[in-house]
């Protein structure tokens, strides 16, 4: 795969000039704009971040962003109270479900969503999620999510490896953020994975790791166990090797099962997890991801799943917060 993977760079590596030459032109808005973005496909974390940095802006009214990847809708969708998974995309509904007063839009057209939202609500800062490699907005903030597991200076560009654009695209964005780190990561291993990303200069790096909260039910009130049960661990996320071990981290008797991520969970994907449920015998119970349990298909069980928040790493979780609150007080 190779070769296409460097005919897949060159096409990359030739719109970026377009657009950093202006030949291509952005849109730029009159309001803050925070793009969460990554240069690996799926699995960086960026919901996390989406949800952390929608807390601390609160005051400032955010707004969201999303294409709601795998929906079954078209075009433009404002999210409402009663909107599913699939009709603005699961990360959507896993916002709406924290912040029920935020203002969600799902479309594809991102210039589009953008202005919809800034014409139709009091909103003071746009989240644009998952949107760096999307230029047609001039975001003025570019935070780009990589894995720590995930090295994307180790990858290739699609179909050879799993990125999006050449790995040195991330010179673009004011902030890197490593996440999905060990809560123990060293000073040492910190500055060999500075050294290796070559920050440009004014480009700040942070690392954050994963916090697991408590077990909840969908209804997402805090879950009461009252037996030893066993547990199938289900997950439709880019990397599930972290759930599946704090599952196994938490409960002895556990069975593993992975989809592909946003997995909309038909009746193929269903009838395997009861499969899986069956094999493991009575008093055998569900838990998913948070993002999954958004979509999760009726399986006559009962289901559990475990959120997640983002903590960053070695005291820096002020000065993260202050680049980001600057900001947008600059802009505001």
Not at 161 to 180: F, S, T
Request: glycine share 6%; hydrophobic share 35%.
């Amino acid at each position: 795969m190779l070769p296409f993977s460097a005919l897949y760079s060159a096409a990359t590596a030739s719109r970026n000039w377009l657009y950093n030459r202006r030949i291509i032109k952005s849109t730029s808005f009159g309001k803050p704009i925070i793009c969460i973005g990554n240069i690996t496909v799926g699995g960086t974390g960026k919901s996390p971040l989406t949800e952390y940095l929608a807390r601390l802006l609160s005051a400032y009214k955010p707004s969201l962003v999303s294409r709601g990847y795998r929906r079954k809708t078209k075009g433009m969708v404002v999210a409402k109270p009663s909107s599913t998974a699939a009709q603005i995309g699961d990360e959507p509904r896993q916002m709406l479900n924290k912040f029920p007063n935020m203002p969600i839009v799902a479309d594809g057209d991102r210039v589009r969503a953008v202005n919809y939202l800034l014409s139709h609500t009091d909103t003071g800062v746009v989240l644009m999620d998952d949107g760096f490699q999307h230029r047609s907005i001039k975001a003025g903030l570019n935070i780009v999510v990589c894995d720590y597991a995930r090295p994307m200076w180790e990858d290739h560009t699609f179909p050879a490896g799993n990125l999006r654009e050449p790995w040195r695209g991330h010179r673009r964005a004011d902030i890197i953020l490593v996440n999905k780190c060990p809560a123990d990561l060293t000073t040492q291993q910190r500055a060999e994975i500075i050294k290796k990303i070559k920050l440009k200069k004014n480009q700040s790096i942070f690392f954050s790791t994963i916090k697991y909260g408590e077990l909840m039910q969908l209804n997402h009130q805090t879950a009461r166990l009252h037996s030893e049960k066993r547990f199938v661990a289900v997950a439709g996320v880019g990397r599930p090797e972290p759930f599946f071990d704090e599952v196994k981290r938490r409960f002895t008797d556990v069975a593993t099962l992975s989809f592909p991520d946003h997995c909309n969970f038909g009746k193929a994907e269903t009838n395997k997890i009861i499969d899986v449920v069956d094999a493991m015998g009575p008093n055998t119970a569900i838990i998913t991801t948070e993002k999954d349990a958004t979509r999760f298909p009726d399986v006559r069980t009962e289901i559990f799943y475990i959120p997640i928040e983002l903590q960053i790493l070695f005291g820096q979780e002020q000065e993260f917060n202050n680049k980001i609150e600057n900001y947008v007080k600059r802009n505001t």
